[in-house]
């Protein structure tokens, strides 16, 4: 049904060499003619064929170096401390493109790796969140484990994180204030590292006893 197209520039039909082949083949197939600013084009014609692969080759090649270029300038961001990760951790802010403190946030962070580092449940700490009113990034809804254990092992605390283009083979460090000591961040780290030691103990029973995060076989 269709006869003509028309189109600002050959690279707005697509950019990728795949879907690329098959809109030329199916504009072939039905004698469509294309319409680009320079003039028309006729793929019924060998000459015109071979200008649209050539045009279709120098897209594709122009649309590489962009995303290449938009991979160094992500990495190069990093390295100058700016955030590339969306949103930014709890306990954080974005000021200027770049993570800074969120003192009614990070307050609670670090409650919650103290408690867990005295021996506390995610559970228990759930608990207290709620009942202190403590809000969700989300400002809504109550605490949920899982929120809580992704807060307790976010290396985000310590101040940097590293973003890596496996393609590109680049890396690039970021450094921000960090909200949590060492020695507080290795405390927790070593009582997880406990926990895993008795999984397979705790996978094999349904039921709660008390001693069961102070004596283990």
Same mark, same amino acid.
């Given at each position: 049904?269709?006869?003509?197209?028309?189109?600002? $520039?050959?690279d707005?039909?697509?950019?990728?060499?795949?879907?690329w082949?098959?809109i030329?083949?199916?504009?072939?197939?039905?004698?469509v003619?294309?319409y680009?600013?320079?003039?028309?084009?006729?793929l019924s014609?060998?000459?015109?064929?071979?200008?649209?692969?050539?045009?279709s080759?120098?897209?594709?090649?122009?649309?590489?170096?962009?995303t290449?270029?938009?991979r160094?300038?992500?990495?190069n961001?990093?390295?100058?401390?700016?955030?590339?990760?969306g949103?930014?951790?709890y306990?954080?802010?974005?000021?200027?493109g770049?993570?800074?403190?969120?003192?009614?946030?990070s307050?609670?962070? +670090?409650k919650?790796?103290?408690?867990?580092?005295?021996?506390k449940?995610?559970?228990?700490?759930k608990?207290q969140?709620d009942?202190?009113g403590?809000?969700t +990034?989300?400002?809504?809804?109550?605490?949920?484990?899982g929120?809580?254990q992704?807060n307790?092992?976010n290396?985000h605390?310590l101040?940097?994180?590293?973003?890596?283009?496996k393609k590109?083979?680049?890396?690039?460090?970021c450094?921000?204030?960090?909200?949590?000591?060492?020695k507080?961040? $290795?405390?927790?780290?070593?009582?997880k590292?406990?926990?895993k030691e008795?999984k $397979?103990? $705790?996978? +094999?029973t349904k039921?709660?006893y008390?001693l069961?995060?102070f004596?283990?076989?």
């Amino acid at each position: 049904e269709v006869e003509h197209l028309f189109v600002f $520039n050959t690279d707005r039909l697509s950019r990728n060499q795949k879907t690329w082949g098959g809109i030329r083949w199916k504009l072939k197939e039905h004698g469509v003619k294309l319409y680009t600013p320079s003039g028309v084009i006729d793929l019924s014609s060998p000459m015109d064929e071979l200008i649209i692969g050539i045009l279709s080759e120098i897209s594709q090649y122009d649309n590489s170096l962009r995303t290449e270029r938009s991979r160094l300038g992500k990495i190069n961001k990093v390295r100058q401390g700016y955030w590339m990760g969306g949103p930014p951790p709890y306990g954080y802010s974005i000021k200027e493109g770049k993570l800074i403190e969120n003192p009614n946030e990070s307050k609670w962070i +670090r409650k919650m790796y103290q408690w867990f580092s005295n021996g506390k449940s995610t559970q228990w700490i759930k608990t207290q969140l709620d009942m202190n009113g403590v809000p969700t +990034r989300h400002k809504k809804g109550t605490w949920s484990l899982g929120s809580i254990q992704k807060n307790l092992r976010n290396t985000h605390y310590l101040g940097h994180y590293s973003y890596s283009d496996k393609k590109l083979g680049e890396s690039g460090a970021c450094f921000f204030p960090s909200i949590m000591k060492d020695k507080l961040w $290795n405390s927790v780290e070593e009582r997880k590292e406990k926990i895993k030691e008795r999984k $397979n103990q $705790n996978n +094999r029973t349904k039921r709660f006893y008390l001693l069961r995060n102070f004596m283990f076989c």
